[in-house]
Nanobody, 126 residues
């Protein structure tokens, strides 16, 4: 059984930073792509950022480019999302997901992922 546990969410003022972590267990973490998604109230879940198994290739949604950075430590089975210059519209529950393969050519497609964490709340205040 694969388990993904997110942490690091919280309340932060606009312009501030947070670092999310997602710890994985249950299968060989280094063999799979990993991504972050988010879902705000009343909205669909949307892709934020992703990385292939090696971490050498990363993907970002346009609305986070230049502000968020994804990274992974395969020795620790953990993927991170460093979020800087946070905006009010970044408020959402953030989920990590593990891909079905080591890479994905369509990282924003939810069907590319087979396991999801429970989510961590990020709230940005003015």
């Amino acid at each position: 059984q694969v388990h993904l546990v997110e942490s690091g969410g919280g309340l932060v003022q606009a312009g501030g930073s947070l670092r999310l972590s997602c710890a994985a267990s249950g299968r060989s973490f280094s063999n799979y792509a990993m991504s972050w998604f988010r879902q705000a109230p009343g909205k669909e879940r949307e892709f934020v950022s992703g990385t292939i198994s090696s971490g050498r290739t990363t993907y970002y949604a346009d609305f986070v480019k230049g502000r968020f950075t994804i990274s992974r430590d395969n020795a620790k089975n953990t993927v991170y999302l460093q979020m800087n210059s946070l905006k009010l519209e970044d408020t959402a529950v953030y989920y990590c997901a593990t891909g079905r393969r080591s890479y994905t050519t369509t990282p924003a497609d939810l069907r590319e992922y087979d396991y999801w964490g429970q989510g961590t709340q990020v709230t940005v205040s003015s």
